[in-house]
């Protein structure tokens, strides 16, 4: 078997629920946005053992459809198939596999960049089967060092992050290109490519900030329905998440909406045309695109390193916020985040408010960490994101 390890390869902290997961199930399924290391990950960590077979290649999608018993007599388990969303009919002959000795466990591993069409074939075929788990780009501990402060805003994807970010816009261009004609085609039958590619830079350049898709439908003349549809799009494909309000026990609700988030800062550095960090620093963004990194670098916390945690925001009718509250079910964390290397007495006002309905309560800055203020935590977000 040809040896597939890659020379310049960074181990990843998914790699441990992998094992994990080839443990106790006959399938592992890993999804993810395209490019996030999905297969190279596998690769490096499987490529030994497993044969591997790419549905990129269209003679193993044609051999798939024409003779399907052939197919998996060609490629048996151990085996890899990667981008498997291109070929649904695939989970029924694994499953097959799978019921002819439930037993056997770590015998197929499958990828695929689409959440939606992946999830979809899964619950219909491997159900009680597979164990999913998810790959996002690079999180901070694993970026090199000497890049992990240009990664707030270069982003996290492992190709511009190994090459030091030589060519990020170039690279980034790119990936925006291949996803609006290849993945997003696979998804959803969108006519308007301009309209769509409207709405990702709109949401980009509101990180943040509420939802409105109503607002957004007027200034871009695209119906609500539609723009709602596209953003289940951008959410299945790992583009954009979204951040819901929380309600419990913390006070009334001022809004329902939620706010939207990107899974990676690169891009929307890229759609709001912020090329480096001095850009960065002087961009009506600033404030927000670091909000929006650290959250994001919690999500990515809790896929790769299998955390239970819901993550929400607050905002109350009498004008209170917080920028995000971790929900671990008997412990609740309220975070505030500043872009300043200063903090201020009035940045910890509304986490002393509602301290006593959380287990901890931290503000994540640019400055120094300091020692506890008032039963509440002053850190740098560098060591934030690292313990």
């Known amino acids: 078997m040809a040896n597939l390890h890659n020379p310049i390869y960074i181990p990843r902290l998914a790699e441990d629920r992998v ?15 395209r490019q996030s290391g999905k297969s190279t990950l596998l690769k490096e960590m499987l490529g030994d053992s497993f044969r591997y077979v790419s549905f990129d290649d269209f003679r193993n999608r044609q051999l798939l459809a024409e003779d399907p018993v052939r197919f998996m007599k060609t ?31 770590g015998r197929f591993v499958i990828t695929g960049s689409g959440q939606f069409m992946l999830n979809q074939n ?25 890049q992990r402060i240009d990664s707030v805003w270069a982003g996290g994807y492992p190709e ?9 816009s170039q690279w980034y261009q790119a990936y925006l290109e291949t996803y609006l004609q290849k993945d997003v085609r696979q998804i959803i039958n969108i006519g308007d490519l301009a309209g769509f590619t409207a709405f990702i830079r709109t949401l980009a350049g509101q990180v943040g900030q509420v939802l409105n898709l109503s607002g957004i439908s007027r200034e871009l003349g695209i119906s609500v329905s539609t723009l709602s549809r596209w953003l289940s799009v951008l959410e299945s494909s790992y583009i954009v ?11 009334k609700r001022l809004v329902k909406s939620p706010k939207v988030y990107f899974y990676d800062t690169g891009l929307v550095s890229l759609l709001t045309g912020i090329e480096n960090r001095q850009e960065w620093e002087k961009s009506i963004l600033f404030g927000s695109l670091f909000e929006n990194y650290i959250i994001s670098e919690i999500i990515k916390r809790k896929y790769h390193e299998n955390k239970r945690m819901d993550l929400y925001y607050l905002r109350t009718s009498n004008g209170d916020e917080i920028d995000l509250i971790i929900d671990r079910g008997l412990a609740i964390e309220l975070i505030e985040i500043k872009a300043t290397m200063t903090w201020r007495s009035d940045h910890l006002k509304i986490l002393k408010k509602y301290l006593s309905h959380a287990e901890a309560a931290r503000l994540v800055y640019l400055g120094e960490s300091h020692s506890e203020v008032e039963g509440l935590q002053i850190i740098n977000y560098q060591e934030y994101l690292t313990t």
Do not use: C, H
């Open 19 to 33: 094992n994990e997961y080839l443990s106790a199930f006959p399938v592992v399924g890993i999804t993810g946005p």
């Open 241 to 251: 998440f979204r951040l819901q309000p929380y309600f419990n026990n913390l006070g």
């Open 160 to 168: 511009p992050v190994i090459r030091g970010y030589q060519y990020r």
């Open 75 to 105: 490629w048996p388990d151990p085996v890899i198939f990667d981008e498997a969303q291109q070929v649904p009919e695939l989970f029924s002959w694994i499953k097959m596999a799978v019921d002819s000795d439930r037993q056997r466990y």
């Open 122 to 146: 899964i619950s219909e075929s491997l159900a009680g089967r597979i164990g999913l788990l998810t790959l996002l780009p690079f999180q901070y501990q694993e970026i090199p060092a000497v």
